[in-house]
């Protein structure tokens, strides 16, 4: 198993930034991708953005590309995710997931762990 302990949320105007971060300890050797998703208030879980752990390719829900930049850095089995040009629809628990198979995907029921996510809130 890999344990996911998400940090850095917070509440924050519209056009500010945060940085979230996730610590994977564990079995991370046998992770192949690391993924955030949102969950809004009344609403399912949503794919945001995707990096391989292993050569950092990345990908992103077309709702934050040009805002949103997922990072990471293996000496310390950490996966960050900066936030730009923050809106009041960003505002939703931010959770990091991992997942040991291959594949790029964006569908949540993929990713074998989860962490319990960090609150964002973004006001107008």
């Known amino acids: 198993q890999v344990l996911l302990v998400e940090s850095g949320g917070g509440l924050v105007q519209a056009g500010a930034s945060l940085r979230l971060s996730c610590a994977a300890s564990?079995?991370?050797?046998?992770?192949?991708?690391m993924g955030w998703f949102g969950r809004a208030p009344g609403k399912e879980r949503e794919f945001v953005a995707a990096?391989?752990?292993?050569?950092?390719?990345?990908y992103y829900a077309d709702s934050v590309k040009g805002r949103f930049t997922i990072s990471r850095d293996n000496a310390k089995g950490t996966v960050y995710l900066q936030m730009n040009s923050l809106k009041p629809e960003d505002t939703a628990v931010y959770y990091c997931a991992s997942r040991s198979a291959g594949g790029l995907v964006q569908s949540s029921s993929e990713y074998d762990s989860w962490g319990q996510g960090t609150q964002v809130t973004v006001s107008s």
């Open positions: 564990g079995r991370t050797f046998i992770t192949y991708l």
């Open positions: 990096i391989t752990w292993s050569s950092g390719r990345t």
